[in-house]
């Protein structure tokens, strides 16, 4: 796990391909968080009690790693203005900053509702799991999209899943029909 001291070592500010580097590393780890949230909202919804206890560890995980994320996040932005960095890429790291800080929020939010022992309250934190999912969502394809843009241009993946059967459809249509 990356703390924010190592997030400013790995953002050298003097080279463009360093803080590229940084905001992969950054974009992977936001991805990470989002198959958290993801999984802990698949168990959630769930009947049992011991699936909806993997929920909540599942969302103590997401917790953990997304403060570290936001912490990170933060020493990278610092480490970039204090570098006087391209201004695209500090603005662009404006927004991620805020977003990770939205979902450290709510994954903070729907960890404590999590432990409580009322249904009303228990119910809360589902609903805070899917709004934490929907956010590391957002978060892992801003810090892609801040990357993308100097190799090939920019996809909503916020509303891509790995098995929509929509966009295996438009990827079928747009491939030429193979031949043996």
């Known amino acids: 796990m990356q703390t924010a001291r190592s997030a400013h070592r790995d953002a050298d500010p003097t080279g463009s391909d360093d803080n590229t580097q940084a905001l992969r590393r950054l974009g992977a ?75 450290h929020a709510a994954a903070r939010a729907a960890d404590r509702f999590l432990e409580q022992e009322s249904l009303e309250d228990r119910e809360t934190g589902s609903w805070l799991i899917t709004c934490a999912h929907g956010l590391a969502s957002k978060l892992a394809a801003e810090l892609d999209d801040s990357v993308m843009p100097m190799r090939r241009p920019a996809v909503d993946k916020a509303r891509i899943e790995a098995h929509d059967p929509q966009v295996v459809r438009a990827m079928n249509a747009a491939m030429p029909p193979v031949r043996a």
């Open 29 to 103: 780890r936001a991805h990470q968080l989002r198959a958290a949230t993801r999984a802990a909202d698949h168990f959630s919804q769930q009947d049992t009690d011991e699936d909806r206890s993997t929920a909540s560890w599942l969302m103590s995980c997401a917790l953990g790693l997304a403060a570290e994320l936001a912490g990170d996040i933060d020493g990278l932005a610092r480490a970039l203005r204090e570098s006087s960095a391209e201004a695209t890429l500090q603005r662009g790291l404006a927004g991620v900053r805020v977003r990770a800080h939205q979902l």
